[in-house]
């Protein structure tokens, strides 16, 4: 019997810094009961949706930092996006800031979670590759300062929901092969990726016009390589004075764009995707336990990159 989900991609419109967790829960609301008369099973929203992208910004004082994170999920002003879920069964991926204590000691992450149509979290990812700097650039038009503000996260899992196997990634992970080969060998079927991705690349301008062409190029490279649905969900327009490029999109697993947003405001799109036809692709061309040749790979996990081994030594040259 085939397996389809109706998944929305619900990008979002900017979020200014002054808008209040309670003003930008009831836009997803609103997204969540559009897609519920749509049909669908599941909606994805972006990365970082309760607040503006406040990595763009420098702060010292880490009072100011933690305002832009949860503390608990859900919390006071998320609880109501858990029972509307509940209320009219339908799931949903959501990206926020996460502060935790971890035997005593806090930690930060930018976090990804699926919930389920009953509003129970069945799987939580916390984002691998963070981009952009750690120290103030004063240079720059705007920072990117992921990696003052959060820690890695671990590693790729996946989660039997909706009748197949889900998986999570978070904007900069789309771009990285290793992301969606991961999951790959676990047999996802579907892959949620929420982004804020800014048009300018201020340590690389000569890109900012293929920003859009390499944001689809990534989503739709794992999509194929791996058999897998991708559906990547944006925060776009002008936030805070920083335009992004949005184009939210939906992905088959024969890498073909099957739906997309054509705005960069408050918008759904949406297909229903037949989990089944990912085996039409990891029993032919990408079977990987036909085809794959792992021993040929090792220098992948051997080395962190041309000058440095996984563990930080230098690359020795012979």
């Given at each position: 019997?085939a397996?389809?989900?109706?998944?929305?991609?619900?990008?979002?419109?900017?979020?200014?810094?002054?808008?209040?967790?309670?003003?930008v829960?009831?836009r997803?609301?609103?997204?969540?009961?559009?897609?519920?008369?749509?049909?669908?099973?599941?909606?994805?929203?972006?990365?970082?949706?309760l607040?503006?992208f406040?990595?763009?910004?420098?702060?010292?004082?880490?009072?100011?930092?933690?305002?832009?994170?949860?503390?608990?999920?859900?919390?006071?002003?998320?609880?109501?996006?858990?029972?509307?879920?509940?209320?009219?069964?339908?799931?949903f991926?959501?990206?926020?800031?996460?502060?935790?204590?971890e035997?005593?000691?806090?930690?930060?992450?930018?976090?990804?979670?699926?919930?389920?149509?009953?509003?129970?979290?069945?799987?939580?990812?916390?984002?691998?590759?963070?981009?952009?700097?750690?120290?103030?650039?004063p240079?720059?038009?705007?920072?990117?300062?992921?990696?003052?503000?959060?820690?890695?996260?671990?590693?790729?899992?996946?989660?039997?929901?909706?009748?197949?196997?889900?998986?999570?990634?978070?904007?900069?992970?789309?771009r990285w092969?290793?992301?969606?080969?991961?999951?790959?060998?676990?047999?996802?079927?579907?892959v949620?990726i929420?982004?804020?991705?800014?048009?300018?690349?201020?340590?690389?301008?000569?890109?900012d016009?293929?920003?859009?062409?390499?944001?689809?190029?990534?989503?739709?490279?794992?999509a194929?390589?791996?058999?897998?649905?991708?559906?990547?969900?944006?925060?776009?327009?002008?936030?805070?004075g920083?335009?992004?490029?949005?184009?939210?999109?939906?992905?088959?697993?024969s890498?073909?764009?099957?739906?997309?947003?054509?705005?960069?405001?408050?918008?759904?799109?949406l297909?229903?995707c037949?989990?089944?036809?990912?085996?039409?692709?990891?029993?032919?061309t990408?079977?990987?336990d036909?085809?794959?040749?792992?021993?040929?790979?090792?220098?992948?996990?051997e080395?962190?990159?041309?000058?440095t081994?996984?563990?930080?030594?230098?690359?020795?040259?012979?």
């Amino acid at each position: 019997m085939a397996r389809f989900v109706t998944v929305a991609a619900g990008q979002l419109g900017p979020i200014a810094r002054t808008e209040t967790r309670t003003a930008v829960v009831a836009r997803l609301m609103a997204l969540m009961r559009q897609a519920h008369a749509n049909g669908c099973d599941l909606i994805v929203y972006p990365e970082l949706a309760l607040t503006t992208f406040f990595p763009r910004w420098y702060f010292e004082a880490q009072a100011e930092i933690d305002h832009f994170f949860e503390r608990e999920m859900p919390g006071a002003e998320t609880q109501a996006l858990f029972d509307l879920a509940r209320e009219i069964g339908i799931g949903f991926c959501l990206g926020y800031a996460e502060l935790t204590a971890e035997a005593g000691v806090a930690h930060r992450y930018n976090t990804s979670i699926l919930v389920d149509k009953s509003g129970a979290i069945v799987a939580k990812y916390r984002k691998v590759h963070l981009p952009g700097h750690a120290e103030h650039e004063p240079w720059r038009k705007f920072q990117h300062l992921e990696k003052r503000y959060f820690e890695p996260g671990s590693g790729f899992g996946v989660a039997d929901a909706f009748g197949g196997v889900m998986g999570m990634a978070i904007c900069n992970d789309r771009r990285w092969s290793e992301t969606y080969r991961v999951m790959g060998l676990q047999g996802v079927e579907m892959v949620m990726i929420g982004y804020n991705t800014p048009v300018h690349n201020p340590p690389a301008p000569e890109h900012d016009d293929l920003s859009l062409f390499h944001n689809h190029l990534v989503m739709q490279s794992g999509a194929y390589q791996n058999g897998t649905f991708v559906v990547g969900v944006a925060k776009a327009g002008v936030e805070e004075g920083v335009d992004h490029i949005g184009g939210s999109c939906i992905i088959a697993p024969s890498g073909e764009i099957i739906a997309r947003c054509t705005t960069k405001g408050d918008e759904l799109a949406l297909v229903r995707c037949d989990l089944d036809l990912c085996n039409s692709y990891k029993r032919t061309t990408f079977n990987f336990d036909v085809h794959r040749q792992p021993r040929a790979y090792g220098m992948i996990v051997e080395r962190k990159g041309v000058a440095t081994m996984a563990d930080g030594r230098p690359v020795r040259r012979t």
